[in-house]
């Protein structure tokens, strides 16, 4: 699959990002360990920005509650293994058809009485909301006190529990981000992918054609939840606690969203690139400011509305499909 991946790439991208792809399997071998935690975050960003750019960049359909799945994934694994020793990749399943359940509503009620644009949205809010405030009293988690994991030992790496270094959460990052961006190559490049286009392009001339929108629709929720879900468990695991007000926030959804659209909304690469400017920039940023001893609150935020600012009005496509075009690539850049 990595071979069609690159095949379907001009030769000087596929040989760039083959370098790319090496440089990163073995940056751990020299990065610091504070350089490895911004490299984990971008990865966590770009893995779960290929996930809600299914929603949104394949199929037009603009989720603000994102966040629900991250929650719903982090604490169905985190409770099956702290009280029920059972592995977290086992627990992963279970996470992901509790998300797919809850996307299956969601996108059920939405598109059976033909809830779209702004107003699809708000439910999508709506449901993170109650998820927060249900979770925010629910005590077999921890309430709002949160959930805390069991944290065993850090000398070594134990992949089964995933408990350990911060380098086996890089390479475990690292490859769900490749795996994300394969599935999303296949995809879009399939009948469902076509299906899915048309329906962002126009919906009621995808249905005069006989493409069952609902059912497509449906589709991308589901996966798309499911897929979030795995990164809630990655960040339950990492992380080790969970609290409500954090997990299932809107500021946790709005952090989802950005790097797609930074970098370029319904492109392969366009949340990899996204999350690595983004995060890469804004870590600068607080480094850069610690390092002067000056505390700005909300300097984070504030980046990231100027970013995106900037972005809107002179790049409204994206980095990525300008910096394809910059370099001379041919064909639409994925």
């Known amino acids: 699959m990595i071979g069609r991946l690159v095949a379907d790439v001009p030769r000087r991208a596929a040989l760039a990002l083959s370098v790319f792809f090496l440089v990163l399997l073995v940056v751990p071998w020299f990065a610091n360990d504070y350089l490895l935690t911004v490299l984990i975050l971008i990865f966590y960003f770009a893995y779960t920005g290929q ?4 929603m949104m960049g394949f199929v037009g359909q603009l989720s603000l509650g994102h ?3 991250i929650g719903l994934g ?5 409770v099956l293994f702290s009280y029920f020793g059972i592995s977290p990749w086992l627990g992963s399943f279970a996470a992901m058809l509790l998300a797919v359940l809850c996307g299956a509503i969601i996108g059920f009620l939405a598109f059976r009485f033909r809830v779209a644009g702004v107003y699809f949205a708000i439910l999508t809010i709506a449901f993170a909301e109650f998820a927060r405030i249900g979770f925010d009293h629910f005590t077999y988690v921890g309430g709002s006190a949160g959930f805390f994991l069991p ?5 070594q790496s134990d992949l089964w529990t995933l408990r350990g270094k911060p380098i086996m959460f890089y390479y475990l990052s690292l490859g769900m981000t490749v795996a994300a961006v394969i599935l999303c190559h296949l995809m879009i490049g399939s009948r469902i992918g076509y299906f899915w286009q048309a329906i962002r392009e126009d919906e009621e001339a995808a249905r005069a054609v006989g493409i069952d929108t609902f059912r497509y629709k449906l589709l991308a929720v589901v996966i798309s939840a499911a897929m ?8 339950a695991f990492y992380y080790n606690n969970l609290f409500p007000e954090e997990v299932f926030s809107i500021n946790r959804s709005i952090e989802l969203i950005l790097a797609p659209i930074f970098g370029g909304l319904g492109t392969l690469f366009g949340p990899i690139l996204g999350a690595f400017l983004l995060t890469g920039l804004a870590e600068t940023l607080t480094a850069a400011w610690a390092a002067l001893g ?3 609150p909300g300097a984070k935020q504030v980046f990231y509305g100027i970013c995106l600012l900037l972005v809107i009005t002179v790049l409204p496509d994206g980095v990525w499909p300008w910096l394809y ?3 001379g690539l041919a064909g639409r850049p994925e």
């Open 294 to 296: 000056v505390d700005v």
């Open 325 to 327: 075009r910059r370099l």
């Open 74 to 78: 982090g604490y169905t694994a985190a």
């Open 51 to 54: 996930a809600w750019n299914i």
């Open 228 to 235: 979030t879900s795995l990164a809630g468990v990655f960040f």
């Open 67 to 69: 966040a629900i799945y």
């Open 151 to 155: 944290v065993s030992n850090y000398s």
